[in-house]
């Protein structure tokens, strides 16, 4: 498959332009879902719009993707709420309140599609695609939608940026501001619900969340803004979209949804261990580099108290007397010999008057902190 | 107007979270223009207490005025410090982004800050003297420096109210100074600070008003007259040698 056929075929178009935008929206607002402690919001409301999904079509008698989105919207809004009520109302904790949610509304919706498999007129086989997802039957009017409903929560998000962050800051010192906290919490929690049902036809119930909260959880890695994050997080998810696409195109037998969760999963693996800042890669490093710093420091403000006792500072010791400290071993010893702190001469050793300044220094900086 | 009306005034205020009531039937007038400190043990609602009067808590029953009238109209005139460890300080965000926040209030609905509120900001944070670490992220700060962007995020409302949740929580010595001076500063000026306090020790020193509570009001009144073991016994239940005689 060439990289022509990409805009030239017309599924694949279509699929490749409704996996990066569901991508970008779904980073959008994942960050918002992963900075309120919200991540597994994500994955309540996913398979709390499934009984939407089989309900809108026993209702409505047609498999129409739009009276769908339309099902799975309202039953993931209702599960949303209630999931809010519970935490709200009862002593229930909030992962308690997710889960039970999350499986009531799945098991019900589950039942639905076996009762509605078993029903004479058989042009319904195909509900259960919304599982996993099938991004092969996007078309281009689902593509408009996602479209015009990105661009509504990019609207949204510039206009409330302000009242957004402090929300997801400090939500009891909005409120003191005078904010009507609740009517943000429904707004952000709203195009969440959207995104998520959006996704439902491409990437599936089961891992929708997926695609909400890997490309924020990477993107978190990269930066301590919230304005950058949100754009890292889109720019992720919609690459994760368009490598997955061409991934699963590129291959028989590879379904789209997987496919793309498993790029933004890379996304993810990559970003916690290489992130300069907070990656697992380089702490690591600078873990190590400090400890052996304070190793060497240890070790030659100790040889500094032998040597303060003597008149002639350069005068040799055995080796084997800084056996009594702890932190000392051959190889601090060699590094500092390379820093020009000591000679080594034997199984003697000798301070230098740059280790003798350098020794008395680290130990008057350490000495005034503790007073 | 604001002059005949105390800061602040409870009615009756009764708060529940389940069952049990965390704030009983609570009647209190906070004077304009006083330094005081609420003291209680443990689970006395010195927090609820704070939160009820800013409507972050829905109290069951009472009412409480501003400057003779309902909360949400005074949003303005009041400031708020709450616990340092109520907030995630990972949040990706800078100090004078912190400190910018609060200005959020005055500006209202959408409109976006502009130069005069991060000049404000700028002037808050010199204040506390974290001016250096403006563009620091929050989660590099220590305690006691994050606890000073939140007080100098109360003081860019520039309020005629100031509620303090333990701002002494976990901090050195030297930024509770720091932090106390600006306190007395604001009263100079005129300021009502209401301050939830632990430090026993520290009250007579630092406020000049005092409220006890323990679910119930004790009492409330300046710290000369009636911080004394008779209050603080009938407050913490044990009989508490403190070192006011000395």
Known sequence: MGLSEFFTDYTLRNITLGTSILGAICGMLGSFAVLRKQSLLGDAISHAALPGIALAFLITGVKDANFILIGALISGLVGTFWIKGIVKRTRLKSDTALGLILSLFFGFGMLLLTFIQKMPNANQAGLDKYLFGQAATLMEEDVWVMAIVTGISLLVLLLFWKELKLLLFDPDYTKTLGFNTRFLDILITTFIVLAIVLGLQTVGVVLMSAMLLAPAAAARQWTNSLGVMIVLASIFGAFSGVFGTAISASQDNLSTGPVIVLVAAAFVIVSFIFSPERGLLFREIRFRRNRRELHLKKTLTFMYHIVKEHDNISRPHAIRILNNFQGYTRKTLNKLEDERFVRIEGNQWSMTQEGFNEAESIYNQLGNKND | ?246
Not at chain 2, 45 to 62: F, M, N, Q, R, V
Not at chain 2, 149 to 170: C, H, K, N, T
């Open chain 2, 1 to 246: 107007m604001t002059k005949k009306h105390p800061a602040i005034q409870i009615d009756d205020l009764t708060v529940a979270y389940d069952y049990k009531p965390v704030l009983w039937d609570i009647d209190l007038v906070i004077p304009d223009g006083v330094l005081m400190a609420i003291v209680g043990p443990n689970g006395a609602g010195k927090s609820t207490l704070i939160k009820a009067i800013l409507g972050i808590i829905e109290p069951i029953a009472g009412s409480v005025q501003v400057f003779g009238e309902p909360y949400k109209k005074q949003v303005d005139k009041v400031a708020y410090v709450p616990q340092k460890g109520s907030v995630d300080w990972d949040f990706p965000t800078t100090a004078l982004d912190v400190v910018m926040m609060g200005t959020y209030g005055s500006l209202g609905w959408i409109k976006r800050p502009g130069q005069k509120e991060k000049k404000a900001a700028l002037e808050a944070l010199e204040k506390v003297g974290m001016l250096e670490f403006k563009s620091r992220q929050i989660s590099q700060l220590s305690g006691g420096q994050q606890q000073r962007i939140f007080l100098a995020r109360a003081l860019v409302q520039s309020a005629s109210i100031y509620l303090m949740d333990e701002p002494f929580q976990g901090v050195d010595a030297t930024t509770e100074k720091a932090i106390i001076n600006i306190l007395k500063e604001l009263r100079q000026a005129g300021k009502t600070l209401i301050v939830v306090h632990h430090d026993l020790q520290t009250v007579p020193e630092y406020f000049d008003w005092v409220t006890f509570l323990n679910v119930k009001g004790i009492a409330s009144g300046p710290v000369k007259d009636i911080f004394n073991d008779d209050n603080l016994t009938k407050t913490y239940g044990i009989n508490y040698k403190v070192a006011v005689n000395k």
